[in-house]
């Protein structure tokens, strides 16, 4: 017979914790308790409250994600300080800091979706655009030096910050946006909508009518009548298309940079100096980045926690 008395349950805990997996277990089980206690108070607080710049400054806390990717709340507050800076040294008051957190949040979630729209295409930023684009921002300051001090003063940015935070995001945009333009696929029922409007007018209907009607069909305050226009100002898209122009004669359908368009020439101003032509359009405007983020943000899994609008 086995006269030994089994363990007490607070026995073998100890047993278990001198142990080098029972000590690491530990250790995260109070990380655990520790982080889910310091979320309730990194949440409920102000993002201006010192115990959450501490605890953002240490622990990864989301501020917001979109399908799984991140912004930790050290970088939502390093764009909250810049902003607030910015603010700062401007005339009039500060906005308060819940429109911050929102006007934040919204440029973050923008930029998250276009990195993964970038991403999704195998597109990288430019980097000789990234710098060209600086250079382009310097030729229009004083001086570099003055431009640095200006970045320092009201954002409290270095050249790099202001360059990975604003340019290589305005950047990524427009190779984005010129992706999108380009996509035949993507631009394919536009297309479509402007084929079938210069059908109607090819087969007799009146042209201004059909003009309304498709210009309406966009929120965009395209106008049917252009009224007079200068030969000489016409964008070169399309102005080899106009200048021939019959009167009472429209163009083929024309793909412009950011749009489909048909024209008819109503008039004719013969000019020495500078001929004029009155011009009635339909416009189908293309599919732009905007609308393709937002008709992404409808189904995308977005959480924020702070910005909340």
Same mark, same amino acid.
């Given at each position: ?40 108070? /990194? ?23 979109? &399908? ?41 979630? &923008? ?15 430019? $980097? ?9 921002? %310097? ?12 970045? $320092? ?56 009518? /059909?003009?309304?009607?498709? &210009? ?32 009472? &004669?429209?163009?083929?359908? %024309? ?14 101003? /013969? ?12 416009? /189908?405007?293309?599919? $732009? ?21």
């Amino acid at each position: 017979m086995n006269d030994e008395q089994p363990q007490k349950p607070e026995s073998r805990i100890k047993k278990f914790l001198s142990t080098r997996r029972g000590r690491s277990i530990a250790v995260v089980v109070i990380l655990v308790v520790a982080l889910g206690g310091a979320s309730q108070q /990194v949440y409920s607080r102000p993002v201006d409250d010192g115990f959450v710049r501490t605890i953002a400054q240490v622990f990864p806390f989301p501020a917001l994600s979109v &399908n799984g990717d991140t912004v930790s709340m050290k970088e939502f507050l390093a764009e909250y300080d810049a902003l607030k800076k910015y603010f700062e040294g401007q005339e009039g008051s500060t906005p308060p800091a819940d429109q911050l957190e929102i006007a934040i949040a919204d440029t973050l979630v &923008n930029k998250m979706v276009i990195r993964q729209f970038a991403t999704a295409r195998g597109l990288e930023i430019d $980097t000789q655009r990234v710098e060209k684009y600086y250079q382009d921002v %310097l030729a229009s300051q004083e001086s570099e030096e003055a431009f640095v001090q200006d970045l $320092t003063d009201t954002f409290g940015w270095t050249v790099e910050e202001f360059k990975s935070r604003v340019i290589e995001s305005i950047v990524l945009a427009l190779q984005m946006s010129e992706a999108i333009l380009a996509d035949k696929a993507l631009q394919q029922s536009r297309q479509d909508t402007i084929d079938a409007a210069y059908a109607r007018v090819a087969g007799g209907e009146d042209f201004a009518t /059909v003009a309304k009607e498709i &210009n309406a069909g966009f929120d965009a305050g395209l106008e049917v009548d252009l009224g007079y226009i200068k030969l000489s100002i016409i964008p070169e898209s399309w102005s080899a298309a106009v200048e021939v122009l019959e009167i009472g &004669n429209t163009t083929d359908v %024309l793909d412009l940079p950011e749009g489909y368009a048909v024209f008819k020439a109503k008039d004719r101003i /013969v000019a020495a100096e500078d001929t004029q032509i009155h011009l009635l359009s339909i416009t /189908v405007p293309k599919v $732009t980045l905007e609308e393709i983020v937002k008709e992404y943000l409808e189904t995308a899994k977005v959480k924020r926690y702070v910005g909340e609008s």
